[in-house]
């Protein structure tokens, strides 16, 4: 679909040059983390590494697998820092200074080595609990995970990175809290996200389940959209809800963390074996990212129709992912192998035209 209908070609320029070399770096990004997992999981080195860990099993374990990460980690870090970092700044959207950039590494690194590492240990634990049954216990255990971390994740995760809090204009909560009604899925609050510590970017997004479920706008679009726009934003996240969208994520989450044992199950796992359980993960994750990001990109349209419906007003529609795109510099015209990997949304050219006949 040609861009330049919706957009004019100095936009569409301009966004291409920002994303192009972002591209690279991440096939860069993906070639150097296989690359170093595949290392430590056939060479000396990971023998080496692993002769540093000791006590018992489960220690050696969440030991070896925080090590793996943490030396992954630091080898893509030089990229991280041009792509998180460098560049962001260079194209005006970073608002962060080196020190909360290297804290969110040190935060996500954690968070990562501790999850995975109690994972690891989970799995090796029913390995050696139940020698004969195990897969059965670990893709039951393994769902159960998902679904947890899925319900946490808003009170415990989140807030370890942005800080939240109620809309504090009355008039707009309570548009939106009577949006909502409309769209037959009432909420308590909008919650506000402080996402100008970091980024100029605009965003919104729906998640947790059950109790925890929850409607986050950025600051960075309270500040600019207007009303209609807003309207727009919210009820398309209402539509996520509406749909039970953060559910089907979970269970295909719950899907993959089921392959993930069942292709364990062949490669006998052992601590030492820690490397090739993760490469053998995350070439697993590379294929079948196509999928993920063809059903993801499904419910986006799903949540744009949902919200047409609700505000009838596809002048606003057009306007706020005109302005979402201005905002992010969001690619409208990516080369089809990064779209077919990599884009869980729509391009704002192939949405405002499904809603614009
Ligand atoms: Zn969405």
Same mark, same amino acid.
């Given at each position: 679909?040609?861009?330049?209908?919706?957009?004019?070609?100095?936009?569409?320029?301009?966004?291409?040059?920002?994303?192009?070399?972002?591209?690279?770096?991440?096939?860069?990004?993906?070639?150097?983390?296989?690359?170093?997992?595949?290392?430590?999981?056939?060479?000396?080195?990971?023998?080496?590494?692993?002769?540093?860990?000791?006590?018992?099993?489960?220690?050696?374990?969440?030991?070896?697998?925080?090590?793996?990460?943490?030396?992954?980690?630091?080898?893509?870090?030089?990229?991280?820092?041009?792509?998180?970092?460098?560049?962001?700044?260079?194209?005006?959207?970073?608002?962060?200074?080196?020190?909360?950039?290297?804290?969110?590494?040190?935060?996500?690194?954690?968070?990562?080595?501790?999850?995975?590492?109690?994972?690891?240990?989970?799995?090796?634990?029913?390995?050696?609990?139940?020698?004969?049954?195990?897969?059965?216990?670990?893709?039951?255990?393994?769902?159960?995970?998902?679904?947890?971390?899925?319900?946490?994740?808003?009170?415990?995760?989140?807030?370890?990175?942005?800080?939240? +809090?109620?809309? !504090?204009?009355?008039?707009? &909560?309570? /548009?939106?809290? @009577?949006? =909502?009604?409309? %769209?037959?899925?009432?909420?308590?609050?909008?919650?506000?996200?402080?996402?100008?510590?970091?980024?100029?970017?605009?965003?919104?997004?729906?998640?947790?389940?059950?109790?925890?479920?929850?409607?986050?706008?950025?600051?960075?679009?309270?500040?600019?959209?207007?009303?209609?726009?807003?309207?727009?934003?919210?009820?398309?996240?209402?539509?996520?809800?509406?749909?039970?969208?953060?559910?089907?994520?979970?269970?295909?989450?719950?899907?993959?963390?089921?392959?993930?044992?069942?292709?364990?199950?062949?490669?006998?796992?052992?601590?030492?074996?820690?490397?090739?359980?993760?490469?053998?993960?995350?070439?697993?994750?590379?294929?079948?990212?196509?999928?993920?990001?063809?059903?993801?990109?499904?419910?986006?349209?799903?949540?744009?129709?949902?919200?047409?419906?609700?505000? +009838?007003?596809? !002048?606003?529609?057009?306007? &706020?992912? /005109?302005?979402? @795109?201005? =905002?992010?510099? %969001?690619?409208?015209?990516?080369?089809?192998?990064?779209?077919?990997?990599?884009?869980?949304?729509?391009?704002?050219?192939?949405?405002?035209?499904?809603?614009?006949?």
């Amino acid at each position: 679909m040609d861009p330049t209908v919706l957009f004019s070609p100095d936009e569409v320029a301009r966004a291409s040059a920002y994303h192009r070399p972002l591209y690279f770096a991440l096939a860069a990004d993906i070639a150097v983390s296989t690359g170093v997992t595949a290392v430590l999981a056939f060479s000396r080195l990971g023998d080496r590494l692993f002769a540093a860990t000791g006590g018992p099993w489960w220690a050696r374990t969440f030991l070896f697998t925080v090590l793996v990460l943490a030396v992954v980690d630091v080898a893509r870090l030089p990229l991280a820092f041009w792509r998180g970092f460098v560049r962001e700044h260079r194209w005006g959207f970073s608002t962060q200074r080196i020190g909360g950039w290297i804290l969110d590494q040190v935060k996500g690194l954690v968070i990562g080595g501790v999850l995975t590492g109690a994972a690891m240990v989970a799995l090796l634990g029913s390995i050696r609990l139940f020698p004969s049954w195990w897969p059965l216990v670990a893709v039951l255990g393994a769902c159960v995970l998902v679904l947890l971390l899925v319900f946490v994740a808003p009170l415990l995760l989140e807030p370890i990175f942005n800080q939240f +809090r109620p809309l !504090d204009d009355p008039d707009l &909560a309570d /548009r939106l809290r @009577a949006l =909502a009604r409309r %769209a037959g899925v009432p909420i308590r609050d909008v919650l506000v996200a402080d996402a100008s510590r970091r980024t100029r970017k605009h965003n919104a997004y729906v998640s947790g389940i059950g109790r925890t479920r929850r409607v986050v706008l950025f600051d960075t679009l309270l500040g600019e959209a207007a009303r209609p726009e807003l309207d727009i934003v919210v009820a398309h996240e209402l539509g996520h809800r509406r749909h039970g969208d953060v559910l089907k994520g979970t269970l295909l989450a719950m899907l993959s963390a089921a392959g993930a044992v069942l292709v364990a199950w062949p490669l006998d796992p052992t601590p030492r074996r820690i490397p090739l359980l993760l490469l053998v993960w995350g070439l697993l994750e590379l294929a079948s990212l196509p999928f993920t990001a063809a059903f993801s990109r499904r419910l986006e349209r799903g949540a744009d129709r949902f919200a047409l419906e609700l505000t +009838r007003d596809p !002048d606003a529609f057009e306007a &706020a992912f /005109r302005r979402m @795109a201005r =905002a992010n510099l %969001a690619d409208l015209d990516p080369p089809r192998l990064v779209y077919t990997f990599m884009f869980t949304h729509p391009t704002p050219v192939e949405r405002i035209a499904a809603a614009t006949p």
